[in-house]
């Protein structure tokens, strides 16, 4: 069974960090393309980076470029976003999916950023 | 970037009732594009990928159509189960766009 669990979510204060990781199960996470996808609270999905299979290539929507990194350690079938110089505009659930027809996706991982 | 303009933002509409959802590309993304379902306080599920494929599992009761720029999701006769938000998302290029959502309820 294919499986994304997200963690590393919570309260942070503007201007921190945080990192979330996405571990990976059921499928040869190396194969595979994957992404982040935010939704604010009671707003609509928003696409936040991807990173292509082999880590070579990643992009981002312009609001955090700079400020967000994906990254992925295929060893551990793990991906990675860290989130730098937090903004309240940040605020919500972050989701980690499988790309291509983004055919899996975790559960959601809250991130809240408030003083 | 594309922009998805998608509509209608909310609707009501009976059990057993035809629905469609549509959203409009701004540029041309073929058929790149992936229909999602989301309940409350879970994660979005995919319904219809490139535009006209239903995804595993998916009821025969949808369906997605496009021409030319606008593409549709049709829920040939609702369910109390399909109560739920829907999105369309472009992935011809980057970044990624989603449009802005369809909240469907039951009459």
Same mark, same amino acid.
């Given at each position: 069974?294919?499986?994304?669990?997200?963690?590393?979510?919570?309260?942070?204060? !503007?201007?921190?960090?945080? %990192?979330?990781?996405?571990?990976?199960?059921?499928?040869?996470?190396?194969?595979?393309?994957?992404?982040?996808?935010?939704?604010? !609270? %009671? %707003?609509?999905?928003?696409?936040?980076?991807?990173?292509?299979?082999?880590?070579?290539?990643?992009?981002?929507?312009?609001?955090?470029?700079?400020?967000?990194?994906?990254?992925?350690?295929?060893?551990?079938?793990?991906?990675?976003l860290q989130m730098d110089s937090l903004r309240s505009e940040d605020?919500?659930?972050?989701?980690?999916?499988?790309?291509?027809?983004?055919?899996?996706?975790?559960?959601?991982?809250?991130?809240t950023v408030s003083s | 970037d594309i922009q998805m303009t998608q509509? #209608? +933002? +909310?609707?009501?509409?009976? *059990?057993?009732?035809?629905?469609?959802?549509?959203?409009?590309?701004?540029?041309?993304?073929?058929?790149?594009?992936i229909w999602f379902q989301q309940k409350p306080g879970k994660s #979005?599920? #995919?319904?219809? &990928? &490139?535009?006209?494929?239903?995804?595993?599992?998916?009821? +025969?009761?949808?369906?997605?159509?496009? +021409?030319?720029?606008? &593409?549709?999701?049709?829920?040939?006769? *609702?369910?109390?189960?399909?109560?739920?938000? &829907?999105?369309?998302?472009?992935?011809?290029?980057? #970044? *990624?766009?989603?449009?802005?959502?369809?909240?469907?309820?039951?009459?």
């Open positions: 069974e294919v499986q994304l669990v997200e963690s590393g979510g919570g309260l942070v204060q !503007p201007g921190r960090s945080m %990192k979330l990781s996405c571990a990976a199960s059921g499928f040869t996470f190396n194969n595979y393309d994957m992404a982040w996808v935010c939704q604010a !609270p %009671k %707003k609509g999905l928003e696409w936040v980076a991807t990173i292509s299979y082999d880590g070579s290539s990643t992009y981002y929507r312009d609001s955090v470029k700079g400020r967000f990194t994906i990254s992925r350690d295929n060893a551990k079938s793990t991906l990675y605020t919500a659930t972050y989701y980690c999916a499988r790309h291509g027809v983004m055919d899996a996706w975790g559960q959601g991982a809250s991130v | 509509s #209608p +933002s +909310s609707m009501s509409a009976s *059990l057993g009732d035809r629905v469609t959802i549509t959203c409009q590309a701004s540029q041309d993304i073929g058929n790149n594009l #979005p599920r #995919p319904m219809i &990928y &490139y535009a006209t494929n239903l995804a595993n599992g998916v009821p +025969s009761r949808f369906s997605g159509s496009r +021409s030319g720029s606008d &593409y549709s999701l049709t829920i040939s006769s *609702l369910e109390s189960e399909d109560m739920a938000d &829907y999105h369309c998302l472009q992935y011809k290029q980057y #970044p *990624l766009t989603f449009g802005s959502g369809t909240k469907l309820e039951i009459k």
